[in-house]
């Protein structure tokens, strides 16, 4: 019997579930809604069901589970696979989620931060393979990191290590959610791509974009900004640019602390890969020394979408 495991990405807006073999193929798929709002019982409802539909496939085909893989948003003690805050989910202080799921499935669980699970992923069945020390970066709403060390997740002390997007590029930038001024996210995020743009729009700059903007009541949505840049507007193109910008110089900084072979870049804002690769790369010459800058390869995600889920089924799978 083939093995496989159930990998689950479990995110503010929905859960992904996919049977996973040991080649990080997924064999079958599940999607649900989150619904953070009602509260952890009923999300963890929501695992529970969609983790046994995909053993209940699994058997059905003839498959050997191994085991359970989590990757959670927020604070988790690995170790202990106890979720202790997840600014995403509603309520999810200190939960253990490793016993709760384990509870009537007699397999073993592992529980992984989001970030470091696609890094997992990427690094074992992705753009990094064959790489033994890479960073993984995701450009979405915000900007994620996962840090993998000798083939191993650095997770550090806290669990916290990995939060590339707070990284201050700009010591008097822009306010970020964090509380510290000119991190990272404020620029290189799908979010500040869109918010950089309707300023410069509500400020008077001129644009391709000014009638949509203006049919909108001031408002934009992230593809109508790529494609404004894509076919040649100056303003679409000048925040990419920024936001190449500034990932190129936090890149630097990382190549030169940590001497990494590879950089792995995905997210919902990967797709515009060509908009901002030049500028960050640009930095990446101008900043890092040029020994580990040779050495370290700026690539985009292959299995992006999956890795999380992909990544979170290797950790049952490895073991």
């Not at 620029?187 to 309707?198: G, I, K, N, P």
Request: with cysteine.
């Amino acid at each position: 019997m083939a093995k496989v495991a159930v990998g689950v990405d479990i995110g503010g807006t929905n859960l992904r579930f996919g049977l996973v073999d040991a080649m990080g193929n997924i064999l079958a798929r599940k999607r649900m809604v989150t619904d953070a709002h009602q509260g952890v019982e009923k999300v963890m409802a929501r695992i529970k069901r969609g983790i046994g539909d995909l053993i209940k496939k699994a058997e059905g085909s003839g498959h050997n589970v191994v085991g359970i893989g989590l990757g959670m948003p927020g604070i988790i003690s690995h170790a202990e696979g106890i979720v202790r805050f997840s600014p995403n989910l509603a309520g999810w202080v200190d939960v253990p989620l490793r016993d709760a799921i384990a509870e009537g499935f007699g397999l073993p669980v592992f529980v992984e931060n989001d970030a470091n699970a696609y890094a997992l992923g990427e690094a074992w069945y992705g753009a990094g393979r064959g790489a033994k020390s890479l960073i993984c970066i995701t450009l979405g709403t915000g900007v994620g990191g996962g840090i993998i060390l000798d083939g191993k997740v650095w997770r550090g002390a806290d669990g916290m290590a990995g939060e590339v997007g707070h990284i201050t590029v700009d010591p008097k930038g822009p306010e970020c959610g964090c509380g510290n001024r000119g991190c990272l996210e404020r620029y290189s995020s799908a979010t500040a791509v869109l918010e950089h743009t309707v300023i410069a729009l509500a400020k008077g700059k001129e644009s391709s974009l000014k009638p949509l903007f203006k049919k909108h009541d001031g408002s934009l949505t992230a593809d109508a900004v790529r494609e404004a840049a894509e076919a040649g507007d100056k303003l679409a193109l000048g925040v990419y640019k920024d936001a190449g910008k500034y990932l190129g110089i936090a890149l630097a900084d990382l190549i030169n602390l940590l001497n990494i072979e590879r950089v792995v870049i995905g997210g919902g804002m990967a797709g515009a890969w060509g908009l901002f690769i030049g500028p960050l790369q640009a930095e990446i010459d101008r900043r890092a020394f040029s020994i580990p800058a040779d050495r370290c390869r700026i690539v985009r995600g292959l299995i992006d979408d999956d890795a999380a889920v992909i990544g979170s089924a290797g950790l049952a799978l490895k073991k």
